[in-house]
Structures are given as C-alpha cells and as structure tokens.
C-alpha cells in the first residue's frame, strides 16, 4: 500500500503561499470584477491611474467576462451620479453641523457670560471656517462630472477604459448556455452552494449575476488551460473562506469544482492586494495612498462614532430597543439587496411606511458595528452575525459602549450624580453633542440597561425621544439566548 503525506487530498485547505500568489501574477488570466471597474469612478486621480497601470501592465492575460461588462454599463451612470454628488452632500453635512454648534456656543453664553465682543468673535470664527471648509471640498475634481453619465464624450474613466479592454471582453454566451447557468444558478441558490447563494434575496435576474461570472470565468480559463485569478471587492463569504472573520482564500468547494473541471488553479484577491502586490509581480510602481484608498473607498464605518448616526428606534415608544436592534439586525441575515431589506423592514415594523426613513432608521445598525452597506446590498459584519444567532445583549451593550461618542461619560455622570446627569442631558456640556444628541444617546443607554432604570426618574424630559420604557431584566429576557421570544420577524420570513 502506498502511502502519502499529510496535504495529499487536503490542499484546498493550505493558504495559498507569497510565491504562489506571485506565480499568480505573473502567469494567470485575470478577471476583473465589476466592483473594481466601477471603482474606478470612486478612487482620487492617483489611485485610479496606478490601478489602471496594473490593469495594462497584465496585457492579454486581463478578461471580463460579459456578465461583468453588462453590471458595468447597468450601473455606470449611478455609480458616476452618486461619486459626482459625494462632494457637494458633503460640504451640505458641514455646513448643517453649524446651528449645533451654535447651539453649544448659546449655551456657553449662558452658563458663563462672557463678554459680548468674545461670543460674537467665536461665531464669525466658527462660520467662517465651516464656510471655508465646506468650499474647499466642493473644489474637489470628481473623476467625471455627473452629466457624463449620459454623455460618454465626458467621461475620462470610460475614456482610459476602452482601449484597454479592446478585445478582452467576453462574448454573450449561446442562448442553451445561458438557460443551463441561469437553472444551475437558481439551484446553488436553493441548495446554498457557493458563489453567488448570498444574492437570492436580490430581485429579477440579479441572484445569477455572480454564478454567471463565475461560469463564464471558469469556462474562459479553461479553454485557455490557464490559472484563474478573480480580483473582487466583493466581501461575501459564498466566495471567500472565512475564519474568525477574516478571509483566507477561496472557498474550498469552489477550489475544488474548479479543479475537477479541469481548471490550473484559482486564486481571489482584493482590488488593494492587487496593487501592493503589483509591485514586485509586475514592476509597476504604485503609490502607498493608492493601496490605502483601495482598501478604504468602501466607506467602513469608524471605531468610535458620532452620536448624531444614531436614529430613533422604530416603534420606540415600547423601550424595547435591544429586541427592535435584534430585529432590524435579522433583517440583514442574507445580505439582501436594498429592495429586499426594506420590504423586511416595513414587515417588521408597519408604522414605518416610507422607504427612505426605513433605510435611515438602518443607521443604528452601521453605526454599531452591527452592519454595512457593500453597493446596494447591506450585509452583517461579524459582530452583526453573532448578535443575529444568539441575541446576546451584552454584545450591543459592549459595542454601544465602544462606538458611541460620549456614551462612557454619560455612564459615569449616572453612577456619580443622578441629577448632574439630569443637568448634563438637558443643558451640557457632554463633548460636542448637541441636545438632541445628549437625549437620544441618555435614551439608548436606558433601554439597553447601560445607565440603572431609576435615572428615568432623574429629571430629564421623559416626553423628547422615547424617554420611557422597561428595565434591565426585560431586555435580557427578551434578547438573551435563542430569540425565541422575538416573533416571527424577518427571521421566519426569510429564513433560508
């Protein structure tokens, strides 16, 4: 009997080595997914001109399949309205950040009485440097003005495209193709076999965009008797292998259908390793702040958030906010598309009739940690998953506790002095939050049993934001363990 080493039949759980991945590089066809394509329009001008050198530099080894092709012309013109505005809704964010502040600077005045020419001096400072700044961001190129959308003439990314993907952009395939992917596509998404099973809550044909992709892919890199090397910053774990929440390569069922079809070997990589490791691979001189911007253009939420991201709780008025988190938070389970989410969301929670409040209400749940949005999909992050499964309300507890501005200081004034609280919460100071700020983080901290149930008592205006509600032991009855006591929710109606 002949026998073999430990990694004999187990290589799919080996991750794939520096080397390998430079061989990879070098050596691979390469699929550019839409994701990187559209990004383009997102990154500043350094980081699009040296992804677009690396895209060069692979010359005839670079593909796009012609799934690919058609998400990028569907999506083009609102992704390049969306990046064109960025600016703009920014600069209109600084500029409504001022009556708070002048606000804070009312009520200085009138806590401390200062004389009169130094309160007007501080507010001709503070309007002007928030005037200054919010023009100095809408001086800002974006990468194509929105118009460009319409009129391809004006649109120098699509411009630098077009020769570059001359002759790499794959052919529509046959229509008994095309039926026999769209059947096999819809029965990975019954029977959750990856890619592309996490989109089955998407509507129309969208659920087979990304087994489409990857057959057209697979197909190509075979024929050509070819390595396949995917770059995508789609972050979905029915592609990725995922432990402890990180990445770690492909999917080993997707590794091995790749084999057993014949195919040379497969590797997935972000837009960000990409070009660091371009460098070495392909001698192409890339940029430091090229690789940061492609590892940040998603947009993640910061570790410690502003306290004015946090929205009234839907439904509120009950105090039972960790069970409408656990709720709003299940609504998310299979990364649905934005649709798909708010119909869920209004199941859920009837009262809450229009669509654009449903996803602003959805802020609470980026703003803890708990989710984000990828495009026009909104997915769990790994604290989002575990809160999901098993509704633990020390989880919200710690993460309000981490990312919330403000909120240690006003646990502290709690434990300290009931009625300094009450005087904080309604006069300040706390930080840079402004009264409305103070009243909904105090609120939040009530409800999810932070600050002791007795501070309902303490003063503060139990009529503005939801100040009633139950106490610390009905949270953890209601949320703790298997979630039993939630209702039907999205859970049931989604389940998968």
């Not at 040379?264 to 430091?288: C, H, K, N, Q």
Request: glycine share 8%; proline share 5%; hydrophobic share 35%.
């Amino acid at each position: 009997m002949t026998h073999g080493s430990l990694t004999d039949g187990f290589e799919y759980y080996l991750p794939p080595t520096p080397e390998q991945t430079m061989t990879f590089l070098n050596e691979a066809m390469v699929v550019v997914d839409t994701n990187v394509l559209l990004n383009l329009y997102r990154y500043n001008e350094q980081a699009r001109e040296d992804l677009l050198k690396v895209l060069a530099a692979l010359d005839d080894r670079l593909f796009v399949t012609h799934q690919i092709a058609y998400e990028f012309w569907e999506r083009r013109e609102a992704v390049i309205s969306d990046a064109s505005r960025m600016s703009e809704r920014f600069a209109a964010e600084l500029a409504s950040k001022a009556e708070p502040l002048f606000q804070h600077l009312n009520e200085w005045k009138n806590r401390v009485s200062p004389p009169k020419d130094i309160a007007a001096d501080v507010r001709a400072k503070l309007e002007t440097a928030i005037d200054e700044a919010a023009e100095r961001v809408r001086s800002l190129d974006t990468a194509v003005p929105a118009e460009a959308g319409r009129d391809v003439e004006k649109d120098e990314v699509l411009g630098q495209l077009l020769p570059l993907l001359e002759g790499r952009v794959g052919s529509a395939p046959d229509e008994t193709t095309s039926q026999q992917d769209d059947a096999e596509a819809a029965r990975r998404a019954t029977d959750d076999i990856p890619p592309g099973f996490k989109d089955k809550k998407k509507s129309g044909d969208r659920p087979f965009g990304d087994y489409r992709v990857w057959a057209q892919s697979t197909r190509e890199a075979i024929a050509r008797g070819m390595k396949l090397l995917i770059v995508t910053d789609d972050r979905k774990e029915d592609w990725w292998h995922m432990h402890g929440g990180q990445r770690s390569g492909p999917r080993r069922e997707i590794l091995a259908e790749f084999a057993g079809a014949g195919g040379e070997g497969l590797l997935l990589m972000t837009p960000a390793t990409l070009l660091f490791s371009a460098r070495e691979a392909l001698g192409v001189d890339i940029a430091d702040e090229s690789v940061r911007t492609a590892k940040t253009v998603r947009g993640r939420t910061s570790e410690r958030a502003v306290s004015s991201s946090l929205e009234k709780m839907p439904s509120g008025r009950d105090g039972r906010y960790a069970k409408h988190i656990l709720t709003m938070t299940r609504c998310v389970r299979d990364n649905p598309d934005t649709d798909s989410y708010i119909d869920a969301f209004q199941s859920c929670f009837p009262s809450i009739t229009r669509s654009d409040e449903a996803r602003r209400r959805t802020g609470t749940l980026i703003v803890l940690g708990l989710a984000e949005w990828d495009g026009d999909t909104i997915q769990l992050t790994k604290d989002g998953r575990t809160f999901a499964a098993d509704g633990d309300v020390e989880l919200l507890r710690g993460l309000f506790m981490r990312r919330i501005e403000h909120a240690p200081t006003i646990r502290d004034l709690a434990l300290q002095s009931p009625r300094l609280l009450s005087d904080r919460i309604l006069y300040g100071p706390i930080g840079n939050l402004n009264p409305t700020q103070r009243r909904r983080v105090y609120t939040y901290m009530l409800h999810l049993g932070l600050i002791p149930s007795d501070q309902d008592d303490s003063g503060v205006d139990d009529d503005l934001d939801d100040m009633g509600g139950e106490g610390d032991d009905d949270l953890d009855d209601e949320v703790r363990g298997d979630g039993a006591a939630m209702g039907a929710g999205p859970d049931r109606r989604r389940a998968s």
